[in-house]
C-alpha cells in the first residue's frame, strides 16, 4: 500500500466518480482504475460500488476512507515539521511593548524566544496600548502586547490571566499611613481593620532607618489610600480619578506619570504609594517596595499580544506570537 495509492482513493470519493477524480489528480481514467483494483487485492475487501454516475462507498470502503484521511494528514504533518526543520526560523519582528510589561514580558518571552531563535531580531516600540494600536492597524508594526482593556474588533491574540491590581511604597510610607477613619474600613477582614491607612496629608521625612515589620494589610480598598501620596500610571487615571469621585472623596495625587517605571521609580524613592497592575513590578528590584492588593474596586488587566487578523505574519513573527502562552509572574 502506498500513500500515492490512498490519495488516489480519497480523490475518487471526494469527487465522487472515478473520472472527475482522474482529471483533479491529472491522470487518466484507466490507470487510476488499476490503481483501485490493485488496493482491493491487497486489502481483501471491496471499497466501493461503482455505478454509471457516481461511486457508493461499501462499509469497508466507509471505514477505510476515514484511515486513509488520518494517514495522509499524519504524512503532511510529518512533512511540514521537517520543512520547518528545514527553514531556519530568522528575521526581524516589529514589536510594540508597553512600559509596564517591558521587563516581564523581556525576562519571560523575548529572552527564551531569542535563545532558542538566535537569528531572530527584534526592532521594539515602546509606547501606550491606545498608540501601539495605531501602529498596529497602519501597518509599522508586526505584534503589540499590550493591556486589557481596549477594542478588540478586527485582532487576533494571546491573553495571559489577569493580574491584580497593586498599590506600591516603602515601608515608611505605609508605616506613617496606618490609621483610617472607621467610614474607609467596610473593605478591610476584621482582623485588620486596626492598621490601615491613616487619613493624613503630611508626608513623612526620608528616614534610612524604616522599621523591619509592617502591620498594613495584604489588600485594602482603594478608598483607604484617600489621603496617602498617590502616584498615578496615567493609563489608569480616568478609572481611578471616577472612583474616587463616585465615593465623594478627594485622593491625595502627588504625580500623574506616562511610563509605569517613573511611577516605580517615585515609589521607590519614598514619595508616594504607586497603583499599577502587578506585572509592573518586575521593573523595580527595590526589596523595600511593599505591594498590596487593591480589593475595591476590583481593577484587574490582562496582557496580550495582538495581530491583526487580516495580516499574515512571517515564519519568525508566527514563531513569536505562537511562543506566547501563560507564565507565572515572579
Known amino acids: 500500500m502506498e500513500l500515492r495509492q490512498l490519495s488516489y482513493f480519497t480523490t475518487i470519493v471526494n469527487e465522487g466518480n472515478i473520472s472527475q477524480a482522474a482529471k483533479k489528480l491529472n491522470i487518466s481514467q484507466p490507470p487510476l482504475s488499476h490503481q483501485m483494483k490493485l488496493l482491493e487485492a491487497e486489502l481483501g475487501v471491496t471499497l466501493f460500488e461503482r455505478g454509471s454516475r457516481r461511486i457508493r462507498l461499501t462499509p469497508a470502503g466507509k471505514t477505510f476512507y476515514d484511515r486513509a484521511l488520518a494517514i495522509l494528514d499524519l504524512s503532511q504533518a510529518a512533512r511540514t515539521e521537517l520543512t520547518a526543520q528545514k527553514q531556519e526560523i530568522q528575521g526581524v519582528v516589529r514589536l510594540g511593548i508597553i512600559s509596564s510589561a517591558v521587563e516581564f514580558v523581556t525576562r519571560h518571552y523575548l529572552a527564551p524566544f531569542r535563545r532558542s531563535y538566535p537569528k ?120 481611578i480619578l471616577g472612583y474616587f469621585e463616585e465615593q465623594a472623596l478627594e485622593p ?73 502562552h501563560a507564565t507565572a509572574i515572579s
Open 120 to 239: 531572530a531580531l527584534f526592532e521594539l516600540h515602546e509606547s501606550n496600548s491606545y498608540h501601539l494600536l495605531d501602529l498596529l492597524h497602519s501597518n509599522q508594526i508586526d505584534l503589540a502586547v499590550i493591556r486589557t482593556p481596549f477594542a478588540k474588533a478586527g485582532l487576533e491574540m494571546q491573553t495571559l490571566p489577569p493580574e491584580a491590581f497593586l498599590a506600591i511604597g516603602r515601608e515608611m510610607i505605609w508605616s506613617h499611613y496606618q490609621e483610617c477613619p472607621n467610614a474607609l474600613l467596610t473593605d478591610i477582614p476584621p482582623s485588620d481593620t486596626g492598621s490601615v491607612i491613616q487619613s493624613s496629608h503630611p508626608m513623612p521625612a526620608s528616614d534610612a532607618s524604616e522599621p523591619q515589620k509592617s502591620h498594613t494589610p495584604t489588600s485594602l480598598p482603594l478608598s483607604a489610600l484617600t489621603r496617602a501620596p498617590l502616584i498615578l500610571y496615567r493609563r489608569w487615571q480616568p478609572l
Open 252 to 324: 491625595n495625587i502627588v504625580c500623574i506619570a506616562d511610563d509605569a517605571r517613573t511611577a516605580l521609580l517615585w515609589a521607590s524613592e519614598g514619595l508616594g504609594i504607586a497603583l499599577a497592575p502587578e506585572s509592573a513590578l518586575c521593573l523595580n528590584s527595590d526589596p523595600a517596595l511593599i505591594r498590596r492588593i487593591i480589593t475595591q474596586p476590583q481593577i484587574h488587566s490582562s496582557i496580550c499580544l495582538v495581530k491583526r487578523k487580516e495580516r499574515s505574519l512571517s515564519l519568525v513573527g508566527n514563531a513569536f506570537f505562537q511562543s506566547f
